[in-house]
């Protein structure tokens, strides 16, 4: 599985002024399928570790914040 090394914008982006994982926020990680988030040590946001997302959306639907955003491709929409 490739893993990136810097936080990627692509297809998951999290908007870390509106993301609460450094205050124990954890409901993007827990609820994607693919454990393909993670909480970036440095600034202790969530950010995309691996590019293997599916699409399905709970990251999204259930962040109480509204910081993550799914970027669905034009051919799968």
Do not use: F, Q
Not at 8 to 30: H, L, N, Y
Not at 51 to 61: F, R, V
Request: proline share 9%; aromatic share 6%; with cysteine.
């Amino acid at each position: 599985m490739p893993i990136a090394t810097t936080p990627t914008s692509v297809p998951v982006i999290v908007d870390e002024e509106k993301c609460i994982a450094d205050k124990g926020c954890r409901v993007c990680i827990d609820v994607c399928p693919l454990d393909v988030l993670w909480i970036n040590e440095s600034t202790g946001k969530a950010h995309m570790k691996y590019d293997e997302c599916w699409y399905c959306m709970p990251c999204e639907a259930d962040c109480p914040t509204g910081a993550v955003k799914v970027n669905i491709p034009y051919l799968l929409r």
